[in-house]
């Protein structure tokens, strides 16, 4: 059932980002955990650019849970680096979907790292949601 979607020009969400002193590590380049938390703001603003508010579901037991994640690096960002995030779904079944992520440095568009996220909606009694509000961004 894959289906991706983009924005209305056809085009990955992207959001831009620079890289901050402390999430270098002692190599001088940012530590591999954060550029999970990069990938993770971006799928919560492509969320809320697609009127889904992750902490708002929570609150309403509905649960975006990742499950799976991998992670290729390609290219390191160091501090002050200005690169960019971009975001595309695609529905695995009805109630998986992958985000399917890429970091590119902002001056020469290089790759720099591609995640793809698998996301399972559940809820409080931790059982997955066919009704779940990924759905909508496949409409």
Excluded at 4 to 26: K, T, V, Y
Excluded at 90 to 117: D, V
Aim: proline share 2%; net charge neutral; glycine share 4%.
């Amino acid at each position: 059932m894959k289906t991706n979607i983009s924005n209305a020009a056809g085009l990955p969400f992207s959001l831009n980002m620079d890289a901050r002193d402390h999430e270098c590590d002692i190599q001088g380049v940012v530590n591999n955990a954060n550029y999970q938390h990069y990938f993770e703001h971006a799928r919560h603003r492509f969320l809320l650019d697609n009127n889904i508010d992750f902490a708002e579901l929570a609150q309403q037991g509905i649960n975006l849970m990742v499950s799976k994640i991998e992670i290729e690096y390609l290219g390191s960002i160091v501090a002050h680096d200005q690169f960019y995030v971009t975001v595309e779904v695609a529905a695995e079944s009805k109630i998986r979907y992958q985000f399917i992520q890429k970091i590119y440095n902002t001056q020469t568009n290089a790759l720099l790292a591609h995640a793809k996220t698998m996301v399972v909606t559940v809820g409080n009694n931790k059982k997955p949601l066919r009704n779940t509000p990924l759905k909508n961004l496949l409409s």
